[in-house]
């Protein structure tokens, strides 16, 4: 089953403008990431965030979290068209022995020049 | 740093044919993941690998599915036989070892069951 659940699951927007994207997920977890996905091609790690923190930067992009909401957010400033792309979170989940990521269902961008 | 190497990129098949895709992880990696990704979703485990040994296989249908790993470095994920719905992208993950939290994604190889 998958833990997570992305939304909105199809976002449209020009270039310049900032995209956000939401992730909730069910259980607790020990990290959660996001990966990218462009057209037929494999998923990119973008960036992770640990459970004690509740925010991070790398470049464009800012990710939050909120453990007692069990909510993340992406959000992708000044996109461009080449951010066209799939967005997926994907959880670890808070288990001795699993090393398991469980991926959600993803968010369609289209940045239109 | 050459990434993880997936072939064949796409292959058609007819229901009830058998298929095999083939994996090599990046140089030094002992963790290896195979994920299914059915259009619309987003990648499902079915299994993975640390060095030639199964960590989890939980979600592998093994009345079809087989995956091998035999001297830790490449890997083979057969279907036989294929139904339509195991149409889909199959995805393959290494990383450093089974706690590094980074997967590395090679490029997937796009099946259709027809």
């Known amino acids: 089953s998958q833990q997570g659940e992305e939304d909105p699951q199809a976002l449209s927007i020009q270039e310049g403008e900032n995209a956000t994207m939401n992730c909730s997920y069910k259980?607790?977890?020990?990290?959660l990431q996001w990966y990218r996905q462009n057209s037929g091609r494999g998923l990119v790690h973008l960036i992770l965030i640990r459970s004690n923190e509740r925010e991070k930067h790398s470049g464009r992009l800012r990710v939050t979290l909120d453990t007692s909401k069990k909510s993340s957010s992406l959000l992708i400033t000044a996109s461009r068209a080449a951010d066209t792309a799939s967005y997926f979170c994907a959880t670890l989940p808070r288990s001795y022995n699993t090393d398991k990521l469980i991926f959600g269902t993803g968010t369609r961008l289209q940045v239109f020049p | 740093e050459a990434g993880v190497a997936q072939s064949p990129r796409y292959k058609i098949i007819e229901k009830r044919q058998s298929v095999a895709f083939w994996c090599n992880p990046i140089s030094g990696h002992a963790t290896l993941y195979w994920y299914q990704q059915i259009l619309g979703q987003g990648p499902k485990l079915l299994i993975q690998f640390q060095n030639n040994g199964v960590v989890d296989d939980s979600q592998l249908p093994k009345d079809r599915f087989s995956a091998e790993r035999l001297k830790g470095v490449d890997s083979t994920l057969k279907i036989q036989p294929a139904k339509l719905e195991d149409s889909a992208v199959y995805l393959c993950?290494?990383?450093?070892?089974?706690?590094?939290?980074?997967?590395?994604f090679g490029p997937g190889t796009r099946l259709l069951v027809l």
């Open positions: 259980t607790s977890i020990n990290n």
């Open positions: 993950a290494s990383s450093f070892d089974r706690y590094q939290e980074t997967q590395y």
